[in-house]
């Protein structure tokens, strides 16, 4: 069943022109439960590897923490958290000769940010032609970081920044956006600008003071390419994000029972942090495709 983002209750463009300028496309990827194949694009499903690539393992150390690997558990393989083939999400920068993205990560704390390190891997599908490989579950690690495996349902959106609005834009719009919430009960920062959820492109949904890297190749600042965020939807935000398609007949979200809203509001059961996301950084200017996360949490 394809995932419908509610039409934006009010005219953000007529309202504030001052954000057109900034506004971004994404895809919202909207992660449900399933048993996605291996050449189809998923959420902790199994993965195309190619048999001469030996599979990726972290040899990092961890610090101590609840989600620290067991003591002398070794090089600790990583886990699938995204496969996205160009046919479904043709927005990705795919580099030449290549046609499949993968993201792996090492399911426990690292010391950059206390979440799971996150891995880029950009392929050609058809030089993938080992057998599938199921997403390993490293021993002693914690569910909040192992995805559940789930079919995607891409929906293209078009967003506006929040954090990332230039101060002095946002300073001279601040009366504005108060006066319409009080008008409407719509908010500019919650319901009208940037989506919550696993997406590639637009906006960070940042918690915390915005955090972009520069390539450490050209010294720019790299794109935004892909966010994984614990939730789709938080307290403040579902009016204007929850799809048309789970909207419950009657009432609100927060009304149905607790398994059923999760499957909703956190299909892959996980948890980064306090309700936070990692956020995943390219750099289309330099060959090697340099990358960079970030985390942050409520």
Known sequence: MARTTPPRPLDVEALFPEVVPYRRDAVRLHPRPGSPGVRESSLGGPVLWPRSVEWPHCADDHPSTAFAPPRGAGALPLVPVLQLFAA?????????????????????????????????????????????VAPPRPAGADDDYLPDPCVLHPERITEYPNWDLPEDIADALEERFEEVEEETGWSYWS??????????????????????PDCTGCGLRMDHLLTVNSREFDGESWRGWLPLEDTPGTGEIWDLPYEERRMIQGPPGLMLGDMGGIYLFVCTRCPDRPYAYHSDCS
């Open 88 to 132: 479904d999400v043709p927005e990705l920068p795919f580099p030449a000769g290549t046609d499949v993205l993968q993201v792996l990560w090492c399911p426990f704390d690292h010391k950059a940010g206390y979440v799971p390190r996150p891995e880029l891997h950009w392929w050609d599908s058809a030089r993938c032609d080992g057998d599938p």
């Open 191 to 212: 319901h009208l600008s940037v989506a919550h959820g696993v997406k590639v492109g637009g906006y960070p949904t940042w918690t915390q003071d915005p955090y972009w």
